[in-house]
């Protein structure tokens, strides 16, 4: 396990350090009328207690000007006191998965992010908005596209708010490059290349069993390939065609380990993308315009992204994704707004990731149900 995590740190880049994360604190976006007088955060519970909780949730929380961690949800008994002590939360705001319905009367929490293993994704987003919280559910939002459909009823019906955690929608970079895609300054684009991928560890985590994960590479990472060609476009694919192949078939017997798919969209744009769990390297997406390009490369780590253009390189002040993620939900919250990544934007992906394996399983080109 600690190779995976290793693995997947040097791959996705380190935490930002308070002091670069500082810039999106000062960048409030409440209006003093919405956000109160006395400024008071809104409290998060975390469910699931792995790597990405701790390096870099809990610690993105500390920066957030506008939530905090106040709860744990964890099956690891060994880890309430650690977690108690760090981040100084008491022992009553601390559950496990069975005792979680008695976060319900539970004040000090207004949101509930699940960062689950996958197929756990489904259950605890229906069990938070029962409990009346809203819900931030880490990617993929669930295993199917039905799982999907049940969460955003879920929450609709306890009249929560949804977001899933696509931080790269939050990110400068990412932000200027669909500013610049949107705005056609460089023309319209024709053409977009996207991939990520990386070497997975412990052949013996969740990762790589079906009924945990759902998929492989492309359910973990592939869907930041596939989630930039879509907000580059701000169209969704129509048409898929996916070919798979497995150099490990005895480490990848339950799960995808490379995939490449091409996606034709309304405007017949056409986007070739790949993933991997099998080799390092590939993180980046290039789209081709009128007038020239845009691209990232590396695209999706944490931090030390770069953009540039055919005009040259953009450069942006670093934010914790994390923190600024967590502060735009709060925002949605408090002003009363449908998130940008919403549980319909977490849908939309896994309608376009089963077209991929439909795809790869009928070896026909298929149409993206909508
Ligand atoms: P992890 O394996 O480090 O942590 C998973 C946690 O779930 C652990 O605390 C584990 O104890 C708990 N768990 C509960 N039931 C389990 C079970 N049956 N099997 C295994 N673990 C179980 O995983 P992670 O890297 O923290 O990923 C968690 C979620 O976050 C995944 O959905 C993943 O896709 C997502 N993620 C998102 C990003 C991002 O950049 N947004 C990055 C990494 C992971």
Known sequence: MNMLRNNRREFLGTTLTAATAAGIAQGGFFSSSTYGKENKKLGVALVGLGSLSTNQIAPGLLNSAHCKLTAIVTGTPEKEKKWADKYGIQSDHIYNYQSFEKIASDDSVDIVYIVLPNSMHAEFTIRAAKAGKHVLCEKPMANSAADCRAMIDACKA?????????????????????????????????????????????????????????GGALMD????????????????????????????????????????????????????????????????????????????DPAFGYSDVRLETSKGKVELQAQDQFATEMDNFAKCILEDQNSKVSGEEGLKDLLAIEAIYKSIATRTTVAVES
């Open 158 to 214: 306890a009249d929560r708010k949804l977001a899933i955690g696509y931080r790269c929608q939050f990110e400068p970079h990412h932000m200027k490059s669909m500013q610049i895609a949107r705005s056609k300054e460089l023309g319209a684009i024709k053409m977009i290349e996207a991939g990520f991928g990386f070497t997975i560890g412990d052949p013996k985590q969740w990762r790589l069993r079906k009924e945990l994960a759902g």
């Open 221 to 296: 990472v592939g869907i930041y390939a596939l989630q930039s060609c879509r907000y580059l476009l701000g169209e969704e694919p129509k048409m898929i065609t996916a070919q798979e192949t497995k150099t490990d078939a005895a480490k990848f017997a339950e799960v995808d380990e490379s995939i490449t798919w091409l996606m034709q969209f309304p405007s017949g744009v056409l986007a070739y993308c790949s993933t991997s769990y099998n080799f390092n390297g590939l993180n980046r997406f290039q789209a081709f315009t009128d007038k020239g390009f845009i691209r990232m």
